[in-house]
């Protein structure tokens, strides 16, 4: 943008900017926007004003035309710190964070103590999926600002995305030293300590998450405390669910040990798990999320149960299976399944997608499985990948059933599908915690940066003994964990069969 400088031009550059300078002050945005447009329109070359105008317009929430006049200004000045600053934050703000680099690293170079310039920079790169350059750039910010908790946070963050719980808890404790009060922090520690396998100290710490304000799964209910762990014996306490389906499914089995302590019980869940779960024992009363509730002396959150009753990593409740499946739909299942010609193939479930994306697989990942002699695919998939299923599902021979896809409680039917299956492959969803719970054998397929749930046990999971772990070996690379299971699969379909149904 190169335009002519006249005197006459600069006089009405002048006076327009001083214009739009008092609209700011009285905080008329749109006046203030039209008066900068005016002198840039005078002279289209003056960074000031470019720069101005674009913060102006970030202000008024009008990303797109701010980012043009931002990246004007530094087109002008390509080393002025605070343009190259707030053109990254413009552009990181708007989703773009590759764009966000460059003008930061530069920035980093020619300023490495600009506030903010060095966590921004890590910020970016963690959002472009580089937590080993994040880290970096963290652990500078943290020496320029060794006061701000949040960059001792992220350099958490970025370490633990790199599978090293144990150094990126110490970052966590800093964070948590430096700002006591961060729910965040602590909930961040938390996860950290619990993916290491410290329950005792984890536990307490992901506590923290209920004080975030963020957290949507919070519930309160005047006048009823919540349980802080104390003697239970005669009185009625009411569990309410919290994340996602697969989250109730493996803390259901809290409720015996509730039972034991002489209570009496309410879980309140989601509505698509009423029937599947009303087989756990030690529920007393089950009730779907948004019908009336009945009366109850204390409440907790279901994933509190664990903190609750001082569960450590050699103590996780078993009791598996405690689903079971109904017994006229396991007959059904398992009478679709042999007149599809199921009776003498090696029976294998499969599900490729959660409502995770970092947890989803992607059906193609499974051609593998589909070339295996004797060896026939079954479709567990609900909802979300059903595009998939209908791009790949014959060419790689998946059986599937549409009216199980589409069942309000269709976890009752993959449950009674499920006992007819040799073994089932997934990621991690709510359909392997309800396979690990019926006690089927599981092959779960998991991403680079497991769930805490899973800690680091190599293959192998406490919470449910019937369920091997295939991690990923590098990044956003399923091939890896794919390529051991079929393998593994072809070690078993071309052995004796053990019977069906018996969770091996």
Not at 22 to 32: G, P, Q, S, V, Y
Not at 186 to 204: I, M, P, V
């Amino acid at each position: 943008m190169v335009g002519a400088n006249t005197s006459g031009d600069a006089d009405a550059v002048a006076r327009c900017y001083g214009q739009g300078a008092a609209h700011i002050h009285a905080e008329r945005l749109d006046a203030a926007a039209a008066c900068f447009f005016k002198a840039a329109a005078f002279q289209p070359d003056h960074p000031v004003v470019l720069y101005t105008l674009g913060m102006t317009l970030r202000a008024l929430g009008r990303g797109a035309a701010a980012a043009v006049a931002l990246r004007a200004a530094l087109a002008v000045r390509p080393d002025d710190p605070d343009t190259l600053f707030q053109v990254a934050a413009l552009l990181t703000e708007l989703g773009r964070a590759e764009g966000a680099l460059a003008p930061l690293r530069r920035l980093v170079g020619l300023r490495p103590a600009y506030p903010g310039a060095a966590f921004g920079l890590g910020n970016a790169l963690m959002a472009m999926g580089e937590p080993e350059q994040a880290e970096g750039a963290y652990r500078l910010a943290a020496v320029l600002e060794p006061d701000q908790a949040a960059a001792s946070n992220n350099l958490g963050a970025a370490i633990l995305s790199q599978c090293r719980p144990d150094a990126a808890a110490v970052h966590f404790r800093r964070a948590v030293r430096l700002e006591p009060s961060s729910p965040a922090h602590h909930k961040n520690l938390g996860t950290c300590l619990l993916t290491a396998g410290n329950f005792d100290e984890g536990w307490r710490e992901y506590e923290w998450r209920m004080r975030q304000a963020v957290w949507r799964w919070n519930r309160d209910f005047p006048g009823k405390p919540r349980w802080d762990g104390s003697p239970l014996a005669g009185r009625t306490i009411l569990v309410h669910f919290e994340q996602g389906l697969g989250d109730s499914v493996q803390f259901a089995r809290y409720f015996p040990l509730l039972k034991a302590m002489g209570a009496r019980t309410i879980f309140e869940c989601q509505p698509r798990l009423t029937r599947i779960l009303s087989t756990v024992p030690g529920i007393d009363t089950l009730v779907a999320h948004g019908d009336p509730l009945p009366d109850f002396d204390c409440h907790a959150s279901l994933m509190s149960l664990p903190g609750l009753c001082r569960t450590t990593a050699s103590s996780i409740p078993g009791g598996v299976p405690y689903l079971r499946a109904e017994p006229d739909r396991v007959a059904f299942w398992r009478r679709r399944v042999e007149e599809d010609g199921g009776r003498d193939a090696f029976r294998v479930g499969i599900q490729w997608r959660a409502a995770g994306d970092d947890r989803s697989i992607g059906l193609a990942a499974f051609a593998g499985l589909a070339r295996l002699s004797g060896v026939r695919l079954y479709s567990l998939q609900q909802v979300v990948g059903l595009d998939e299923l209908e791009r790949l599902g014959a060419g790689m021979g998946i059986v599937s059933w549409p009216d199980m896809e589409t069942s309000e409680q269709s976890f009752v039917d993959i449950a009674a599908l499920m006992t007819s299956l040799d073994l089932i492959v997934a990621c991690d969803s709510a359909v392997a915690h309800v396979a690990g719970a019926l006690g089927q054998r599981v092959f779960m397929a998991l991403p680079w940066l497991g769930d805490w749930r899973w800690m680091r046990l190599a293959d192998r999971t406490p919470w449910y003994p019937a369920t091997r772990l295939f991690r990923m070996e590098r990044r956003n690379d399923w091939t890896g964990p794919m390529t051991s299971i079929a393998a593994e699969i072809a070690r078993l379909a071309g052995g004796p069969r053990p019977g069906v149904g018996h969770g091996r």
